[in-house]
């Protein structure tokens, strides 16, 4: 039986496709041999190399650009004799690795990028939304979520920064200095607590009270980008921080109904601090959009990894910080870039684990140390890019006061009490 | 069941545009007090911010971000939905019996569909932006949010069913333009605009086709998909996801808007005395229908409920045990187990049948569907998988401000009626005359 007649697309559907190609301004032929092609990579009947070499040419002659993302060596380069079929890849390589980086490329794009991208991307979205349909990932994100995020994805070296942090539950001692410090730095109104910390007591790790500080987790694949009707809440692609374009957000909360960690606080009223105290240093990124500080009324809000300190926008020195971080004398919270080896959180991770080590001379099949890590809810998928050291709660933990409560501190725990009293306010003018 | 209303002339289908009542009058100052009402409590709403209502954060904020406006509107939208269903099956299958109510179904669904347009746009915090962020946003966004489904589908569906009901009035006006008052020339002029009796054939099909993609989209892409998969695609809130909620949002859907186009449909039996135009034959049929629609409806609460009691993961089994024991949600189920119950007992007999218990119970349906649609949607934020927040779950109750928008938006729909019937006949000349026969 032959495979390639298996594996056509049929040809009713080609003639589909044929037709919505000829919509495009590109070539229809290469679009449907492209997209024929991808499925036999997929079946594992082409290697990802042959597939590139077999396009390059093509690819760049009708796009004046070849921007399927693949670590091989240049094909001109092998073509020219300077690698051969072995060095380009052995054929037997991760088939799904192309494609769930097409599907990624598919996924979206950022508008900021160049215009040949774009052009590609857009070839590229006929042809694989219909013949590839599904074969990429389908997990979608923004725009702007783009490679830097994608490629930073779990956990391993990337290319770019990804900001992150490693957070040491053993160190916090929950004195809530870093919500305090987080309150002042964005201007938060009462409640709004971006950064915070709970303490709570678990049956199952005996009777001391544990902390667990919690910022926005700035996943990599964040449900709430996802689901935002209007792209305000995205992935900023240079560092992978998840930030919301005040400018541009209507306010429909799906963002906070879709994230699991309850990260997400709306501006429901007259923020506390008016923006005309706010210097547009805290509040423009280096893209020129309004990300920083608190969000305006009507508008969604969270902690954004102090972004105008990561632009630079409040000096050199502060870049790589937090406030949360910088007011921790526990050495809890450590923020830095997770694609750099040597960065506070991958440090103090490697570091940690080092001064813990396990008693292997008497016990050799145990591991190096007795640090355990989680992320919050792993399960979910979102790929935090926060890592806890610690034990994570178990279903049975309850939240319980800590030996400084939220008030000592001037912060507000349950924010629907704030909310009440506005609301009462305002129906009193009016009534 | 067959009912000939053919008999009935054409003077009566006109009756509504050649009167005014002192009773019309009085049900117009209701729904535009009732609209007065909501906008008094809106401007509050937009001179201060969300904050008028009792909405708050979840998490560590001890409160809901969705509340009765998401609701309020799902329900909406089920009656548009279950509404426009209706009518287009009565096209598609030939169900003459219910052609003295098909159009009051599509009228139903332009109005319901506009609250539901309503309650979007209160719900948001920034209901300015939503044409300068949305339509930017569409190429792009439409790929991934399915609120932006949802946007999308019910802004394809308004203008199929405007389409629809354009089409099919320019047949009614042309034939009954001599019994029509002269004063309102300039809009029958416009909706007439190049009419002419050979389109006639034209129409039908094309009519034919949009019922058709009507009743394709609205259980698969409408309420049997986009509006649940707001809430089944997300696995953070254990009461919201799974695959169940497309049957059961559509089930709901359907009920509620039997329920509407009985009440409708009633009121204009009574107001107009149709009983000749619309037979107690149709309400007949309508009650099966709703007692059908119902034990779908229980029967796929029947289904969350057992999946999550018995064996559940632990925050969705915390979700259900806590609706189960919300008195409301019994409230909810109580009423249209009631309909459904009288509804097949009328069927063994027939003399039990009273219209007015009818409409007494489809009342109460429309109650028990929007109890049953806010409560998901509370619940289901109330019950997170991440619950070490003692904040969660909160506390809402909604407030004046958010009850107001309910009081507004049936009153836009009374009103809605109200002028429409004074405009176009609500009932197709169809319902009284055979496509052949009807003659200038």
Not at chain 1, 138 to 147: E, I, N, R, Y
Not at chain 1, 180 to 200: I, K, P, T
Not at chain 1, 353 to 374: A, G, I, L, M, W
Not at chain 2, 74 to 79: A, L, N, S, Y
Request: proline share 5%; charged share 20%.
């Amino acid at each position: 039986m032959s495979t390639d007649d298996d594996i056509d697309t049929p040809p009713d559907d080609e003639e589909r496709h044929r037709r919505l190609l000829d919509e495009t301004d590109y070539d229809t032929d290469l679009g449907l041999e492209l997209a024929r092609d991808a499925q036999r990579v997929t079946a594992g009947e082409l290697s990802e190399a042959a597939f590139y070499r077999r396009y390059h040419d093509r690819i760049v002659e009708e796009f004046e650009m070849d921007d399927r993302e693949i670590d091989l060596p240049d094909p001109d380069a092998l073509a020219a004799g300077e690698g051969g079929d072995g060095g380009v890849g052995d054929g037997s390589g991760d088939a799904g690795g192309f494609l769930d980086r097409l599907g990624d490329a598919l996924e979206g794009f950022d508008p900021d990028d160049g215009e040949s991208r774009r052009s590609v991307m857009k070839k590229g979205a006929a042809a694989g939304a219909l013949a590839l349909g599904g074969l990429g990932s389908t997990g979608g994100a923004g725009p702007g979520d783009g490679t830097a995020a994608g490629a930073a994805g779990s956990g391993e070296e990337g290319d770019g920064t990804r900001w992150g942090m490693t957070i040491n539950l053993n160190n916090c001692d929950g004195c809530l200095a870093c919500m305090v410090a987080c309150d002042q730095e964005h201007n938060l109104s009462r409640g709004a607590n971006w950064m915070y910390v709970f303490a709570f007591e678990d049956e199952n790790q005996g009777e001391e009270t544990n902390f667990l500080p919690r910022t926005c987790q700035h996943c990599t694949d964040s449900p709430c980008t996802k689901v935002c009707p209007v792209g305000a809440r995205h992935t900023r692609e240079e560092d992978g921080l998840v930030l919301t374009d005040y400018d541009i957000c209507i306010g429909c909360r799906y963002c906070e109904v879709s994230c699991p960690y309850g990260v997400n606080y709306f501006q429901w009223g007259e923020p506390d601090v008016p923006e005309s105290e706010i210097d547009d240093d805290h509040q423009i990124d280096d893209r020129g959009r309004w990300v920083g500080s608190r969000p305006p009324e009507g508008v969604m809000g969270k902690c954004t990894f102090c972004v105008d300190r990561q632009d630079g926008q409040m000096g050199e020195e502060k870049i790589g910080t937090t406030a949360c971080e910088e007011a921790c004398t526990m050495d809890a919270i450590h923020f830095g870039d997770l694609n750099d080896p040597e960065s506070p959180p991958n440090r103090h991770l490697r570091e940690y684990r080092e001064s813990q080590e396990n008693d292997r001379s008497d016990y050799p099949n145990r591991k190096e140390h007795t640090v355990s890590t989680f992320q919050l809810l792993e399960e979910r998928g979102t790929d935090p890019n926060v890592t806890f050291v610690g034990n994570a709660p178990s279903q049975d933990a309850r939240q319980v006061d800590g030996p400084v409560t939220y008030e000592e501190m001037g912060l507000t725990d349950n924010r629907k009490e704030v909310l009440d009293q506005g609301a009462e306010a305002a129906g009193g003018e009016t009534a | 069941m067959s009912v000939d209303v053919t008999g009935v002339d054409r003077d009566t289908l006109v009756r509504p545009i050649r009167t005014v009542s002192t009773r019309y009058l009085a049900a117009l100052s209701v729904a535009l007090g009732m609209i007065g009402v909501w906008l008094f409590f809106y401007l509050q709403q937009l001179r201060h911010g969300l904050i008028v209502t009792n909405l708050a954060d979840w998490g560590s904020g001890g409160g809901v971000p969705w509340g009765l406006y998401i609701g309020a509107f799902i329900w909406w939208v089920g009656i548009a939905h279950g509404g426009i269903i209706l009518s287009a099956a009565v096209r598609l299958l030939g169900m003459d019996t219910y052609q003295p109510v098909a159009r009051l179904a599509e009228l139903l669904t332009i109005a319901a569909l506009t609250c539901a347009g309503i309650f979007i746009l209160i719900h948001v915090g920034r209901p300015d932006r939503l044409v300068t962020s949305v339509i930017p946003a569409w190429p792009t966004r439409v790929q991934w949010s399915p609120l932006m489904w949802d946007v999308t589908v019910i802004t394809a569906y308004f203008v199929l069913t405007a389409t629809y009901l354009g089409l099919t009035i320019r047949y009614d006006l042309h034939r009954l333009r001599n019994r029509l008052p002269n004063r309102l020339d300039p809009i029958y002029d416009v909706l007439l605009v190049g009419y002419s009796e050979t389109e006639d054939a034209v129409v039908e099909r094309m009519v034919w086709w949009i019922a058709f993609a009507i009743i394709i989209m609205a259980p698969l892409l409408l309420h049997g998909g986009v509006i649940p998969w707001l809430f089944a695609l997300l696995p953070s809130m254990a009461g919201w996801a799974g695959g169940v909620q497309g049957p059961s949002f559509l089930s709901i859907a359907l009920t509620s808007a039997v329920s509407g186009i009985i009440i409708v449909a009633a009121a204009f039996r009574y107001a107009y005395g149709w009983a000749e135009l619309i037979p107690e034959a149709v309400f007949r049929g309508l009650g099966q229908w709703l007692g059908f629609f119902s034990l779908l409806f229980l029967w796929l609460q029947l289904q969350q409920v057992i999946t999550g009691i018995f064996a559940a993961p632990t925050t969705l089994q915390h979700a259900t045990e806590v609706k189960i024991a919300t008195p409301l949600y019994w409230v909810a189920i109580g009423v249209v187990a009631l309909a459904m119950l009288y509804v097949f007992a009328a069927s063994l007999r027939p003399s039990l049948f009273s219209l007015p218990l009818l409409v007494a119970l489809s009342v109460g349906v429309l109650a028990g569907t929007l109890i049953e649609k806010v409560l998901f949607v509370v619940e289901g934020l109330m019950h997170a998988h991440f619950d070490l927040y003692a904040g969660v779950p909160g506390a809402y109750t909604p407030s004046a401000v958010e009850l107001s928008a309910l009081v507004g938006t049936v009153g836009i729909v009374v009103l809605f009626f109200l002028v429409v019937s004074k405009v176009i006949p609500v009932v197709e000349l169809h319902a009284i005359e055979d496509h052949g026969e009807v003659e200038g």
